[in-house]
């Protein structure tokens, strides 16, 4: 089993989340399209800045969702790579599913729905708080942990970038601070942010032990100054009384 460097069984996935989009785009909305929203300016530049800071680490493995704003914050990632690795698809790392949106008519109740969606509340006891349809909370953790665990088990490889979603990573590292769900809503997942796992293996390359080394990296500012909204109030930062039509 490859293993970092002077350990016995220890690999490290770099979990990102994809870079700035903007899903309250005319065409985004005309089309419906959510799930094929590309970057903006402002998120190629905070995948270009990741990559900068993630120059110097080799890369082995590198794994995205799939939908085009992970795969493009992986691409410009791997670019500063000297020899990046391919980018794989992994759709068990796709963003948990949202379900049937209620009508809202401004972006003020467009955030507040989705923080419910979000919050420690709306993921362990639903409630009022759920959107129509929406993947709970434990089966979206159970199918990106599925992933996480098979890319685990795969040989030749002790450092990978995985690019995926700001439901998906809460999910995974509330999962790796041993809180199952239940601390999904404290796990703030800054656009084009960078986490960094630590496993600890046993031969067959099951998890024994997991380790958060950091958690929600900003390379764009690392230090989050200015930086006052949530990322959700950041995606949706025009006027937040701004009738949606």
Known sequence: MS???????????????HGHV???????VASGGVNVVP??????????????????VVFDKAVCSGYPRTHETASHVLAA???PPQLEIDEGLVERGNGRFPKVNSRAELIELMRGHFS????????DRAIEGAEPAAVAQARALASVRNLLRKPDWHTALVVAHEGI??????????????ATGAF????????VLDFDLHPDGEVWRTMIKAVNLTPYNWLKHGMNLTSLEALF???ANEELR
Request: glycine share 10%.
């Open 3 to 17: 293993a970092l460097p002077g350990t016995a069984s220890r690999r490290r996935i770099y979990l990102m989340r």
């Open 22 to 28: 903007d899903y309250l785009a005319r065409h985004v």
């Open 39 to 56: 970057l903006t300016t402002r998120g190629r530049l905070q995948a270009e800045a990741a990559g900068v800071a993630l120059s110097r």
């Open 81 to 83: 790579q000297k020899r």
């Open 120 to 127: 420690n509340e709306g993921v362990t006891a639903p409630g």
């Open 169 to 182: 990573n809460r999910l995974l590292l509330s999962w790796a601070c041993g809180a199952g769900i239940n």
């Open 188 to 195: 703030e997942q800054d656009t084009g942010c960078i986490n």
């Open 237 to 239: 930062e025009r006027d």
